[in-house]
């Protein structure tokens, strides 16, 4: 089971003795994993983050990080 794997549980009956989620965590979960996509994806493109400033800034034809 890859959520087994990903938590690191080698047993089932370990797995299911922590296996407790609520609809609330899962729907929280979901928006951390998207803002971070989104915001990693920003800073690929270089674009400014939500703070206002700049990861990456472009000077004479160059870039480099700040």
Known sequence: MVAMRIAGHKTRSVFDRYN???????IEAAKRIE???????????????????SDVVQTEGKVRAV
């Open 35 to 53: 803002e971070g996509i989104n915001r990693e994806s920003r800073h690929t493109l270089g674009l400014v983050d939500q703070s206002g400033q």
């Open 20 to 26: 407790i989620v609520n609809e609330a965590d899962l």
